[in-house]
């Protein structure tokens, strides 16, 4: 809607907008910057934390590094977790996308009544909250003595990921057309070989946005790998939980908040790649139920 | 699609589902009936005779004998056990109430954690829906309003709250309220200047508050994503059409575009609703354990946080809520199968 507006209403508008990006945006730019200055500055009187005056006087210079020092020191190992992370969220889209692309195409392709019953489950698995499974995982893993391991936290991830997932890519090979099956499988390929040639090259958008939602849910997940993993292996999220317990009593909070700005970090990284994606990911679920 | 083809397609997807979420969900059915025999109390009393005095005395000592063997049926005893649907302390506190069902409602039946929890979650889903619905749609509209350029630094902000990670995110607005020299604490206490020194733990009130807050915060911007790509649909013919019969910009938006989104309002609400069972790190974030506890805290605390854990109220507490969500699932379930139908003749 581009048409002329009052000024009244332009201003309100405007207003409006900056309020809100105030709201949603300042609170993580305050954290970054508090997460350069030391203690007493960050939980301190917040004008402390714009001017960093105790940091100043302890260390000469308005930043420090002090908090992410704390935090990947030998000691709260936040280093490791980042690094578990990786492996996690990489295994897990993966995995996710390769079962994903191909249930999705199955479903898209058959008019069975049992694929539309099996759609039907898969969104009753999607709505269920994730804690009431992992009560269903954590006695059989521990009396099979396989509690902890990452590559159980994968495939339970994997596994709570397939409905979203098979929903999102099913939306996706919907809009391509019938007719190119078709057309691969006259010229000789089989169903296999068709779907890699001839299909999958125009659903590599429809990929990466599932992708990015599979990644967002690994990364971002906190019932599963803080319940499934053992301390050596946890991730971001549960390690930072992790800190809370114990900043109180070392009086190292700083740790904790460096440790929050990096895992910030990679996201802010991602929605700028990717806001097109994301914006068209979420309305896809919209749309398509 | 031939059916061979179609099930070898969707096999690796199928048993992922299959092994991990149908066999868990069977799992927690029978975690929530039946459980290993419990550890016994033996009583030992080992006697001995002092032998210069000849008085014999004996100690008793407990020791504690782990049973081995198959699994017991508990019939409901996890299911009315004090941590779920504690029917004992309900009947006992209704034979034992003097004071009317008001009472017996606030002072029995919200003082046990499950009856708690669900308000909590009534709480929540009740004050933060109407807020998401109404700044969702405020500032699709804003958004859509604004000078093409800045659309899209407005969208990327606007993502911030919702893609960040929720501990994440309860966390950087926890460090802002809690402290005495915090930013949004000093904010609060400027605003609401008639209480004296508002503290997100002094009450419960102010804790499930703060908790609200940071669901609209949280939530908000996933209602203007889907607002903002409905907007981008609305038909310009019956707006044009609106505009020349001279309706004015409020009747617009009564008119044409609400009706239009309608369907997306619905969508957003349902998942909320949904979403509200899952309520668990701003409980962590915001420290809030002591006032404030969901549905997902009561069956994380049965099986994380407890040493000992309690996998029989943890099960029973997830089979009502998995029935609940199921209900509140059911209306979707039911409409999207007609589409299916319709789609298919």
Same mark, same amino acid.
């Given at each position: ?12 508008? /405007? ?24 203690? @007493?500055?960050?939980?301190?009187? &917040? ?15 308005? *930043?420090? @590094?002090?908090? /992410? ?35 999705? /195409? ?37 009396? &099979? ?5 990452? &590559? ?42 068709? *779907? &890699? ?12 946005? @599932? ?71 979420? @309305? ?6 | ?6 099930? +070898? ?13 149908? $066999? ?87 003082? $046990?954690? !499950? ?17 998401? =619905?109404?700044?969702? $749609?405020?500032? %699709? ?21 919702? =893609? ?27 605003? +609401? ?6 503290? !997100? ?14 669901? =609209? ?5 996933? %209602? ?51 979403? %509200? ?27 994380? !946080? ?13 089979? !009502? ?25």
């Amino acid at each position: 809607m581009t048409r002329s507006q009052p000024l009244a209403l332009l201003v309100l508008i /405007y207003g409006f907008a900056v309020l809100w990006v105030l709201v949603a945006a300042f609170p993580f730019v305050w954290t970054m910057w508090g997460s350069l200055k030391i203690e @007493t500055d960050f939980f301190g009187h &917040w004008i402390k934390n714009l001017t960093g005056e105790d940091t100043l006087r302890q260390f000469g210079s308005y *930043f420090t @590094t002090l908090g /992410y020092e704390a935090a990947f020191s030998a000691k709260k190992q936040f280093g490791q977790a980042v690094g578990n992370t990786m492996i996690v969220t990489v295994c897990t889209v993966a995995i996710s996308l390769t079962f994903g692309t191909l249930g999705g /195409y199955a479903l898209a392709r058959s008019t069975a009544k049992y694929a539309f019953v099996l759609l039907i489950i898969a969104l009753v698995f999607r709505a269920m909250p994730h804690i009431t499974l992992v009560s269903g995982y954590m006695e059989p893993l521990f009396s &099979w003595g396989i509690w902890g391991q990452t &590559w159980v936290a994968v495939i339970v991830l994997v596994a709570i990921n397939q409905p979203f997932t098979i929903w999102m890519m099913r939306s996706f090979f919907m809009n391509v057309p019938r007719e190119l099956d078709e057309s691969a499988m006259i010229d000789g390929c089989n169903r296999l070989q068709g *779907f &890699w040639h001839v299909i999958m090259p125009v659903m590599w958008p429809g990929v990466i946005t @599932t992708g990015l939602f599979s990644f967002l849910l690994a990364y971002n997940d906190f019932t599963v790998t803080s319940a499934l993993l053992s301390q050596q292996n946890t991730t971001m999220v549960p390690r930072i939980a992790g800190f809370l317990g114990s900043a109180q009593n070392d009086g190292d909070q700083m740790a904790a908040v460096a440790a929050v700005v990096t895992a910030t970090a990679p996201l802010f990284v991602l929605i700028m790649i990717f806001q097109r994606q994301l914006v068209s990911g979420l @309305t896809a679920g919209a749309v398509k139920g | 699609m031939p059916h061979r083809a179609f099930f +070898a397609f969707l096999m690796p997807s199928l048993l992922a589902m299959v092994l991990f979420i149908l $066999l868990p969900l069977i799992s927690v059915g029978y975690q929530s009936l039946f459980s290993p025999p419990r550890d016994i109390e033996v009583l030992s009393e080992i006697c001995s005779t002092n032998f210069l005095t000849g008085v014999r005395s004996c100690e008793q000592t407990v020791t504690i004998e782990k049973v081995e063997g198959p699994k017991i049926f508990r019939g409901l005893d996890f299911f009315c056990g004090r941590s779920v649907l504690a029917c004992g302390e309900l009947a006992t506190g209704w034979s034992e109430n003097k004071g009317g069902t008001g009472e017996y409602w606030s002072k029995v039946v919200l003082n $046990l954690p !499950l009856y708690k929890a669900m308000a909590f979650t009534m709480f929540y889903t009740l004050i933060t829906t109407p807020f998401i =619905i109404v700044l969702g $749609l405020v500032v %699709a509209l804003v958004v859509d309003n604004l000078w093409r350029p800045l659309r899209g630094p407005t969208i990327f902000a606007s993502l911030l709250p919702f =893609i960040v990670t929720p501990l994440v995110g309860s966390l950087v607005l926890f460090w802002m309220t809690d402290n005495t020299g915090g930013l949004l604490y000093a904010l609060t206490n400027t605003l +609401a200047f008639w209480v004296d020194d508002f503290s !997100l733990r002094a009450s419960p009130q102010a804790t499930w508050s703060v908790i609200a807050v940071y669901g =609209i915060w949280h939530v908000t911007p996933f %209602a203007f994503v889907v607002f903002y790509a409905g907007l981008q649909t609305v038909s310009q013919d019956q707006l044009e059409a609106a505009m020349i019969d001279g309706a004015p910009r409020f009747d617009r938006l009564r008119y044409v575009i609400l009706p239009h989104l309608m369907p997306l309002i619905t969508f957003v609400l349902l998942i909320h609703i949904m979403d %509200a069972f899952r309520v668990l790190e701003p409980i962590f974030g915001f420290q809030a354990a002591a006032n404030a506890q969901s549905v997902s805290y009561l069956i994380y605390e049965h099986l994380v !946080l407890q040493a000992d854990k309690r996998y029989g109220s943890a099960a029973a507490t997830s089979v !009502l809520t998995i029935v609940m969500v199921f209900i509140l699932l059911l209306p979707v379930l039911i409409r999207t199968w007609r589409d299916f139908r319709v789609a298919a003749r």
